[in-house]
């Protein structure tokens, strides 16, 4: 699909409009109006929002009205230009006009109903089809009837490429866990963000033992894939300026390893490796947008299997900074990746430190696929993310960390255990462990994605009702651009 600017003939018009103000409709054609006015009289419609009202007239073109309601959010708007590309696929139309005067009229900003719009639009146009002989193969042009200037193209690209690094992390979750190994992960990491400027390095296994990185390693131990430590290293500031560190756990299939997992619902362990895609997408979307500001990207990537070299319930690992691990669930193994990733994340020294993690099934029971549970003991990370977040559109909750869950975390025979003694509040002992591997004065917060990465599309349209939702890659932008002077 393409999405262009400008008046164009097209088979079908889409009006995004409010509605339920008066001022509404009124850029409209008279006729359009009486006939939006009847469907409304006659119930077919109600004033609210959400709804959606396709007029065929007979004649080209057919118009295709959306009602937003009166309280308007940019993820309202998000909606609609989903639902519109939803609609256009599903009954073939080649070409269409999306009508935003409605929007600009009642004075929503041109950046948040174009960006809004053609974000929305470009999500949903999304398939993964690489493993199907025959693909779907449908050209649509479609045009945003804004003038074609400057700002308003700065404000469609960045649409895009806010859209491109998240569909892109939704194909690395939705691959195969025999194709997304941890070494293609890293090949898609350093192609993808190497295109866009990003010094992109993976370390191997023998590096990452040289590394003493062998809470990371010992994960690795059980699968014949080789494990890859990936280093993605933007200088966008000044060079002196500290960094910003995004970590993601890339556990490109989990097994459970040894602790083996049920078999029903495990072949969607191959999404376990979405925090470290939404770092891959962030990374490229930084860049490519040239943010003012230095970001690492950092994702230890392996797989979790049960093979005659993995971690054995009671082993006892020392990750990097010395801190000694007994792994009493070999299940638990994405904190052991990340205890690694997050020490080498503090030795970075800088301003802040982010991860996200399919971490538990906790998350998932607690929020469900509305909410991404996040986890910080800083006020001010906490204002920042909620400020990133409400620009994004994906819902965030902060959840409690105290020093009872570092307590539970506590090891019987080595510094701590990856198990904590009850499965309550599984999402914050998780988190309780993780925070031992982050120097002390360095701001962090967590994410757990666990309930929010994968089949959320019966929620956004936007998203495939089965599949990878991208969730993170748009609000690590939002939060990076929070740093930028
Ligand atoms: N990758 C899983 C968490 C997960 C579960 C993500 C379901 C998405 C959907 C993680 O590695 C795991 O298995 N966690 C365990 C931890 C437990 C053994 C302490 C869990 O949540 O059950
Ligand atoms: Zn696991
Ligand atoms: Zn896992």
């Known amino acids: 699909m393409k999405i262009s600017l400008g008046d164009k003939k097209a088979s079908v018009q889409i009006i995004v409009d409010f509605v339920s103000t008066d001022k509404s409709l009124n850029s409209l054609s008279k006729s359009l109006q009486n006939s939006i006015h009847k469907s409304i009289k006659e ?141 293609q992960l890293a090949k898609e ?77 495990m072949e969607e362990m191959k999404y376990d490796m979405c925090g470290g895609g939404a770092v891959i997408g962030a990374m490229y979307a930084i860049a490519k947008l040239k943010l003012p500001v230095n970001v690492i990207g950092i994702v230890p990537a392996t797989e979790n299997m049960p093979g005659p070299s993995a971690n054995k319930p009671g082993d006892i690992r020392a990750a990097r900074n010395g801190i000694t691990i007994e792994i009493n669930n070999t299940d638990a193994e994405g904190r052991l990746i990340l205890a690694d990733a997050l020490v080498y994340a503090s030795e970075q020294k800088p301003k802040a430190i982010f991860d996200a993690a399919t971490l538990t099934g906790a998350m998932m029971i607690a929020l469900g696929n509305t909410h991404t549970g996040f986890f910080t003991r800083n006020p001010e990370l906490a204002d920042r993310i909620r400020a990133a977040a409400s620009l994004s559109g994906e819902q965030v909750w902060q959840m409690p960390l105290v020093d009872e869950h570092c307590k539970d975390m506590k090891g019987t025979f080595a510094d701590l255990t990856n198990l904590a003694p009850s499965k309550n509040a599984g999402s914050a002992t998780a988190a309780a462990f993780l925070e031992s591997f982050v120097e002390k004065n360095i701001p962090w917060a967590h994410f757990d994605i666990a309930g929010t990465a994968w089949s959320v599309g019966s929620r956004l349209p936007y998203c495939t009702a089965k599949g990878a939702s991208g969730v993170m890659v748009r609000t690590f932008f939002e939060i990076a651009k929070s740093y930028c002077a």
């Open 43 to 183: 119930k077919r419609i109600k004033k609210e929002a959400g709804q959606c009202l396709h007029l065929a007239s007979g004649k080209s073109p057919d118009n295709l009205v959306f009602f937003l309601g009166s309280e308007l959010s940019k993820e309202k708007i998000r909606h609609a230009g989903a639902k519109a590309i939803n609609f256009l696929k599903s009954n073939k139309y080649s070409s269409a006009q999306i009508n935003l005067s409605g929007l600009l009229n009642n004075g929503v900003p041109e950046d948040d109903a174009l960006c809004a719009t053609a974000e929305g639009a470009l999500l949903a146009d999304y398939e993964f089809n690489k493993f199907k002989s025959k693909k779907s193969e449908q050209n649509l042009n479609v045009t945003i009837n804004s003038p074609k200037n400057k700002s308003t193209s700065n404000f469609l690209k960045m649409a895009e490429v806010l859209a491109e690094a998240t569909n892109f992390t939704k194909y690395l979750g939705d691959s195969p866990g025999n194709f997304m190994t941890p070494s």
């Open 189 to 265: 990491a350093s192609e993808f963000c190497g295109s866009v400027g990003v010094k992109v390095t993976a370390w191997n296994k023998n590096q990452i033992i040289k590394e003493k990185m062998d809470s990371l390693l010992g994960v690795s131990l059980g699968s014949s894939e080789e494990p890859r430590f990936i280093i993605m290293d933007y200088k966008g500031g000044n060079p002196k300026d500290q960094p910003v560190c995004l970590v993601g756990k890339g556990l490109t299939f989990d097994s459970g390893g040894i602790s083996l997992k049920p078999g029903a619902g």
